[in-house]
């Protein structure tokens, strides 16, 4: 499996994720579990992605300023999830924000599988790629068993 491929596998079951929780309603078990599990998957992809994709995307000028975009888009991200914590389950605020992250986070993925791999696609070798695909697959596993 490439790196690419492993990544979509990942985007997929955000995917999935976030269209199951925007689906939850109040102060619910159903919320809370799922939330865990979105912001555990989150976190868990987009710090192995930036190892493994955007720490070796930065290192070429060809791939450096689409690297730090995305980057910079994991904050943002980042941000959304603090503010879900910090907003009670039963708030309709809570919904609003959930919305708002599944956007953000759908056009994130969109956005790497349509411009970042295919920009990183041509910036690595085939090696490069079989490498970094190992790297991103084995920290995942290691984030998930943490």
Known sequence: MTLFEA?????????????????TEGDSQG???LFARVKAE???HA??????LYVPMMEVDMTQEKARHSVAEHHEIDELIEELEATDYSSPGWLVAA????????????????EVFQLAGR???EP????LADE??????AREAA
């Open 99 to 114: 919305r708002k992250l599944q956007h953000l986070v759908t056009h994130h993925l969109e956005e790497e599988e349509h």
């Open 7 to 23: 990544l979509r596998e990942s985007h997929d079951k955000q995917r999935r994720l976030l269209e199951r929780l925007v689906e």
């Open 47 to 52: 710090g192995a992605e930036e190892r493994a």
């Open 42 to 44: 989150l976190e868990n």
């Open 128 to 131: 490069t790629k079989a490498r």
């Open 31 to 33: 919320r809370d579990e």
């Open 123 to 125: 910036a690595f070798d």
């Open 136 to 141: 991103y697959r084995n920290d995942m596993k």
